[in-house]
């Protein structure tokens, strides 16, 4: 069984930085692609940034620049490293692994973290 636990979230300052750890655990062979969503009240969940195995990332447009995704499968961890926050990026980030031949099926995610930028 795949088990996600995030951690690192809380409240900053609009401006600042913050990272974000996941801890997966399970058979390693599935701890593969790995990524993070992001989902705020009312609004859709949605995929931030994805990381291969082999550390290959991609960012959604609204993140670009500002967030970095990476890895240490030594340590079954991945990070979401957030720069230059603004209030619109408050939600709660859910660690996540690609659960279909595409991500946005059937995905496995972990509980999720709070994170809140303040004006």
């Known amino acids: 069984q795949v088990q996600l636990v995030e951690s690192g979230g809380g409240l900053v300052q609009a401006g600042g930085s913050l990272r974000l750890s996941c801890k997966a655990s399970?058979?390693?062979?599935?701890?593969?692609?790995m990524g993070w969503y992001r989902q705020a009240p009312g609004n859709q969940r949605e995929l931030v940034a994805t990381?291969?195995?082999?550390?290959?990332?991609n960012y959604a447009d609204p993140v670009k620049g500002r967030v970095t995704i990476s890895r240490d499968n030594t340590k079954n961890t991945v990070y979401l490293q957030k720069n230059s926050l603004k209030p619109e990026d408050t939600a709660v980030y859910y660690c996540?692994?690609?659960?279909?031949?595409?991500?946005?099926?059937?995905?496995?995610w972990g509980k999720g973290s709070q994170v809140t930028v303040s004006s």
């Open positions: 399970g058979p390693i062979f599935s701890i593969n692609d």
């Open positions: 996540a692994k690609r659960g279909g031949v595409r991500w946005g099926i059937n995905d496995y």
């Open positions: 990381i291969t195995r082999g550390g290959s990332t």
